[in-house]
């Protein structure tokens, strides 16, 4: 089995800095894309940012410049460097990740369980 074990939310004034790390564990082969999203009560969850397992990343218009994501390959962990934080970024931030399991030859994508960071005014 894999698992996908998000650390570092929290509670933050505006303008302050939180680092998310989401590390993969289990009988894992290899991980493709990893990326975080998150979500707030009563809406859907949207995608932050994304990065390849070459590091090619991607980020959400409403967080590019301040979100920073990044991934250490060796360690299977993926890390959200969040800076100028604001009150609309309070949310359940999840990791996820594509995942091919030792012995499999197609990858499947997990999430983890979420970690709670809010910001406050």
């Known amino acids: 089995q894999v698992q996908l074990v998000e650390s570092g939310g929290g509670l933050v004034q505006a303008g302050g800095s939180l680092r998310l790390s989401c590390a993969a564990s289990?009988?894992?082969?290899?991980?493709?894309?990893m990326g975080w999203y998150r979500q707030v009560p009563g809406n859907e969850r949207e995608l932050v940012a994304t990065?390849?397992?070459?590091?090619?990343?991607t980020y959400a218009d409403s967080v590019k410049g301040r979100f920073t994501i990044s991934r250490d390959n060796a360690k299977n962990t993926v890390y959200l460097q969040m800076n100028s934080l604001k009150p609309e970024d309070t949310a359940v931030y999840y990791c996820?990740?594509?995942?091919?399991?030792?012995?499999?030859?197609?990858?499947?994508?997990?999430w983890g369980q979420g970690t709670q960071v809010t910001v406050s005014s």
């Open positions: 990065i390849t397992s070459g590091g090619s990343t």
């Open positions: 996820n990740a594509d995942v091919r399991r030792s012995g499999w030859s197609l990858y499947t994508n997990y």
């Open positions: 289990g009988s894992i082969f290899s991980i493709n894309g």
